[in-house]
């Protein structure tokens, strides 16, 4: 079993920026990849990014790359979603997820433990 917590999401102007955490903890959980994804009020869940479990393979939404950055420190378990140039179209619950294997996933359907979200506002 792998536990999630996500943290730092708030309430930003547009143009502003968070960073996003996501803390995993159990057995397995330095060597699961992990992926971030959102979900705005009436829409499905999106990819936003993923990293492998060491960190050195990274993907990325194309429309959000160059905006949005995902890093990992597997000494403390935690990986980080730097959100830059936040636009109001970014308002959503940003979720993380952890899948066992050593690659990255794009699908929701491809991860096996969800964190319970934070909400990310981008007020105009």
Not at 19 to 48: D, M, N, Y
Not at 80 to 109: F, H, I, M, S, W
Request: aromatic share 12%; glycine share 12%; net charge neutral.
């Amino acid at each position: 079993q792998v536990q999630l917590v996500e943290s730092g999401g708030g309430l930003v102007q547009a143009g502003g920026s968070l960073r996003l955490a996501c803390a995993a903890s159990g057995r397995t959980a330095s060597r699961c990849s992990i992926g971030w994804f959102r979900q705005a009020p009436g829409k499905e869940r999106e990819f936003v990014a993923a990293t492998s479990y060491s960190g050195s393979i990274t993907d990325y939404a194309d429309e959000l790359m160059g905006r949005f950055s995902i890093s990992r420190d597997n000494a403390k378990n935690t990986v980080y979603l730097q959100l830059n140039g936040l636009k109001p179209d970014d308002t959503a619950v940003y979720y993380c997820a952890a899948a066992e294997v050593g690659y990255v996933v794009r699908r929701t359907y491809g991860y096996d433990y969800w964190g319970q979200g934070t909400q990310v506002t981008v007020s105009s």
